[in-house]
């Protein structure tokens, strides 16, 4: 049993928040086999490396119900990689993939199918519930790099609604007030699908945390005429030498962070870290839609015919990141050395 | 008798096209008093700091025709501060109401009224006509700052619709295909208005430029990803050291550019040019209201309660400027003394 705001898991089936249509609509999608919950993922009705990572694992989990009279490796290898080919740049998604794989593969000799089903089910729960608790841990860590009165920007959504709860960039927020100390957070509204207007400001409020929304092109005017502490932002991978795809935007951020003398965190769970990739260049980027851009609600704001280039991500160069905060410490540059302590 | 895209004037009446409508739909508003003029400056029917001047000297002739039979100092300095009290950036607003004001004060004097509201016509329609010359003018001189084949960014809309017609920035892409260069121009949609998305990519399409549109929070990936040689904008105010002021976004795409070995040119008149200011700090910044970020075309896009910074204009360090193309000339760094050259 998982029961947060972002997912709700009772072994037979997950309901997922349709992030599309928040802040205004708050609507569950139920999913009762693996193709639903690969088609949430793909159409984002969840997002965030890590609520997809554990989605994927119960999507998994419903592929071995409905594989349970022959549960092969090749059926279960199909599932996999139905779920693997939605979205291809968060690596938490192939982390919790192959870690359910791994223990289905420990399993696949085991001749009482419902022992397997309920392996797996434990399996997915878990890895639900670590990365609530790594979450946590994060925060934990990570507000001991913030002032006691401080001010932050964000960009997309690494809340709770990005996790299965708490929130890897927002969770350094949360435990930061939840210690008393005060934050000021400026939300970039993240274009173009506005995670930061719709899901960070959201949740910021329901957090209680001062919060003022920006456009993205905004950002560097802050840092100039406002004091600013940090900028704080979750990955969806990241390299081993700690280049880090995150949304797009966040590349020129920390830019401009380097340039205004403003600190560039990264919160990610270890499971985020990818160390069959050596640098950033790698790391595959999607793109996305083009009416993710020239529409808003179904609302044209873009001449018809013209041509739009859409990344999904971009990437960060290790140098220009002043830390990433893991469940296991704040790691710093050179993160080759770094990340090597930390990724067994 | 002006008769643009932008805007249609017969003496007795000024037409605008409504640019908040635009792309979807071409409709124009007819002012047939000044009141009506003022309200379309601040509502943005009509936007663009050239744009706004000469609308504003039409303005003022419809001020001084409502005045006719107390054609008095005090009348048009009434006509004139409403009008000036629209907007506070853009300074050509400032500098066209004072050119019919001292026309006028040269004619008060003249007995025969309606020679002066003739005269006064008559120079607002030479602001009009100097206005598109002028850019034909810098499009002339910004274009051989081109490769002939060359990709550049523009921000916001710096084109025929920001002016009386055929455009500043976009004036230089312009003159650059009707040379017969070849320019690839990304268009950052610039949020929170839109003026990329809906006024930049439907101008250049109708020019025949090929045209890719991005998100705003792209440009610094774009930059470091694809070949980019020059970031080409408008501009609101210039201080006379060169500290530009422009749509809010400018000043990260300015660092951005830097940052990347990209040229970075500012296109206006010498009449965007206040001497009166000695540096960026000093110019106002405008800002609008928090509708503009938290709703589009009237769709709510944030929750309730949130609090919005919404500058319409940042401030670009001459430092960052690599040159101000003028109609008098190409201006380099420093810009204290180049500018002081053209400025009389």
Known sequence: ????????WNGNFLELIDQRKLPSVEEYVRCTNSDC??????????????????????????????NKEHLTIEAMERVKEKLASTRPTAVNLF????RMHSKFL??????????????????????????VEVNKQ???????????????????NAGALATVDYGTALGVIRAAVERGKTVHAYVDETRPYLQGARLTAWELLKLGVDTTLICDNMAGWVMKTRKVDAVIVGADRIAAN????NKIGTYSLALLAKKHGVKFYVVAPVSTIDTDISNGIDIPIEERSHTEVTEIHGFRIAPDGVGVYNPAFDVTDAKLIDAIITERGVLKYPYVESIAKVVK
């Open 138 to 156: 994060m925060g934990m860590y990570g507000q001991e790099l913030l002032p006691k009165s401080s001010t932050v920007i964000t960009h997309c």
């Open 1 to 8: 049993m998982i029961s947060t705001v972002t997912m709700k």
């Open 242 to 245: 700690g280049d880090t795809a």
């Open 37 to 66: 919950v690969a088609q949430a993922i793909k159409d984002m009705i969840v997002r965030g490396a890590p609520a997809i990572g554990a989605s994927a694992a119960f999507g998994y989990v419903l592929g071995a119900v409905e």
């Open 106 to 131: 420990s399993e696949v000799d085991n001749e009482e199918r419902e022992d397997v089903l309920r392996i797996l089910n434990e399996e997915a729960e878990r890895i639900a519930n670590e990365d």
């Open 95 to 98: 982390w919790a993939l192959e």
